[in-house]
């Protein structure tokens, strides 16, 4: 019998949520502290991970056909999500793409696409696109526990060489011209690879303990530890974290889930890339045509009044986006 898990859609809705506040509150985290930036830093992991872990909880690796039939649906399902949503807002990444790259556009935009997707936002599907395909190879030829070590030791490395508690050996971190590691999939490889086999390791070690309690628990031990100052202390605590929420929510299954999940699970992606737009575009309209700039309202009602665009306009695309293009998807697929 198939079953779903009970907060997955949820959370996922909740990251969205969140992930305009730091695009909005970007020049003002020295004013918010060390908890904003400790909180920020769960958001998109969180939210890599329950998606992956929705694809690799279902992966039937004992059969070598039908697993590579899945990962083929994956990835064309997610090829199809990131070119719909590069044609629908063409106008707005390439003109700041031009805008950013005068005399090198036509050079850098072939790279572009292919490492980080089109439009603003679009790194995380090309994570999850490239990831998946590196995951699959790495389990298939090296069996369980080399690809959970690997991807633990390059996120290790590269989270402490990112801040600079480390020196850099090997250029992990390196940004040129539009090549910007920080947004390949590597920094989110080991929260993919944990969903093939670990979490739900976990998962089996904790189904004596009670999973809604050790849900919101661990959640509220989260935001306790997220006070505590020091870059190393987030990146320890998100990836403990990260791991023993979902391990709890994959736990915490029922029979059917109700619409109003199936929907928060549409909006999510869509008020992913959507905010983009109304953040750089919406206000730049406005400041335009009536000279009011939003954040001189300070970054929390700037933040009310893009969602209170967002969401609407989320809910409207979501339905229709969820049916997706037959035509597109048999093309792709």
């Given at each position: 019998?198939?079953?779903?898990?009970?907060?997955?859609?949820?959370?996922?809705?909740?990251?969205?949520?969140?992930?305009?506040?730091?695009?909005?509150?970007?020049?003002?985290?020295?004013?918010?502290?060390?908890?904003?930036?400790?909180?920020?830093?769960?958001?998109?992991?969180?939210?890599?991970?329950?998606?992956?872990?929705?694809?690799?909880?279902?992966?039937?690796?004992?059969?070598?056909?039908?697993?590579?039939?899945?990962l083929r649906h994956y990835m064309g399902r997610l090829l199809v999500l990131i070119i719909a949503w590069s044609i629908v807002l063409l106008p707005f990444w390439?003109?700041?793409?031009?805008?950013?790259?005068?005399?090198?556009?036509?050079?850098?935009?072939?790279?572009?696409?292919?490492?980080?997707?089109?439009?603003?936002?679009?790194?995380?599907?090309?994570?999850?696109?490239?990831?998946s395909a590196i995951i699959y190879l790495l389990h298939r030829y090296l069996g369980k526990m080399i690809p959970f070590l690997l991807t633990l030791i390059v996120?290790?490395?590269?989270?402490?060489?990112?801040?600079?508690?480390?020196?850099?050996?090997?250029?992990?971190?390196?940004?040129?011209?539009?090549?910007?590691?920080?947004?390949?999939?590597?920094?989110?490889?080991?929260?993919?690879?944990?969903?093939?086999?670990?979490?739900?390791?976990?998962?089996?070690?904790?189904?004596?303990?009670?999973?809604?309690?050790?849900?919101?628990?661990?959640?509220?031990?989260?935001?306790?530890?997220?006070?505590?100052?020091?870059?190393?202390?987030?990146?320890?605590?998100?990836?403990?974290?990260?791991?023993?929420?979902?391990?709890?929510?994959?736990?915490?299954?029922?029979?059917?889930?109700?619409?109003?999940?199936?929907?928060?699970?549409?909006?999510?992606?869509?008020?992913?890339?959507?905010?983009?737009?109304v953040i750089d575009y919406g206000e730049r309209i406005l400041r335009h045509f009536t000279g009011i700039k939003l954040a001189d309202y300070g970054p929390f009602?700037?933040?009310?009044?893009?969602?209170?665009?967002?969401?609407?306009?989320?809910?409207?695309?979501?339905?229709?986006?969820?049916?997706?293009?037959?035509?597109?998807?048999?093309?792709?697929?």
């Amino acid at each position: 019998m198939k079953r779903y898990y009970k907060y997955f859609d949820i959370f996922k809705f909740i990251c969205c949520m969140l992930v305009p506040i730091f695009h909005l509150l970007v020049n003002d985290t020295v004013k918010y502290g060390d908890w904003l930036e400790h909180v920020r830093e769960m958001i998109l992991p969180m939210f890599i991970t329950i998606s992956s872990l929705l694809f690799w909880s279902r992966f039937q690796w004992h059969d070598k056909e039908k697993s590579k039939q899945q990962l083929r649906h994956y990835m064309g399902r997610l090829l199809v999500l990131i070119i719909a949503w590069s044609i629908v807002l063409l106008p707005f990444w390439l003109h700041q793409f031009i805008e950013q790259n005068p005399n090198k556009w036509l050079t850098y935009i072939v790279p572009k696409l292919m490492l980080y997707g089109g439009c603003r936002g679009g790194f995380f599907i090309m994570s999850l696109i490239y990831g998946s395909a590196i995951i699959y190879l790495l389990h298939r030829y090296l069996g369980k526990m080399i690809p959970f070590l690997l991807t633990l030791i390059v996120q290790t490395y590269y989270n402490l060489a990112a801040e600079g508690i480390i020196d850099d050996y090997l250029g992990a971190c390196i940004k040129i011209g539009i090549f910007d590691t920080n947004y390949l999939c590597f920094k989110f490889l080991f929260y993919m690879e944990a969903c093939v086999w670990f979490i739900p390791w976990v998962a089996g070690k904790l189904k004596k303990v009670n999973a809604e309690w050790g849900l919101w628990i661990s959640l509220a031990a989260f935001v306790a530890i997220c006070a505590v100052p020091g870059d190393l202390v987030s990146y320890i605590s998100t990836s403990c974290f990260v791991i023993l929420l979902c391990a709890f929510m994959l736990n915490l299954q029922v029979k059917q889930l109700p619409s109003w999940s199936i929907m928060l699970r549409n909006m999510s992606i869509c008020i992913f890339f959507i905010h983009f737009v109304v953040i750089d575009y919406g206000e730049r309209i406005l400041r335009h045509f009536t000279g009011i700039k939003l954040a001189d309202y300070g970054p929390f009602m700037e933040y009310v009044i893009v969602m209170s665009i967002t969401v609407p306009l989320a809910y409207l695309i979501a339905g229709p986006l969820a049916q997706r293009i037959q035509l597109i998807k048999k093309w792709l697929l």
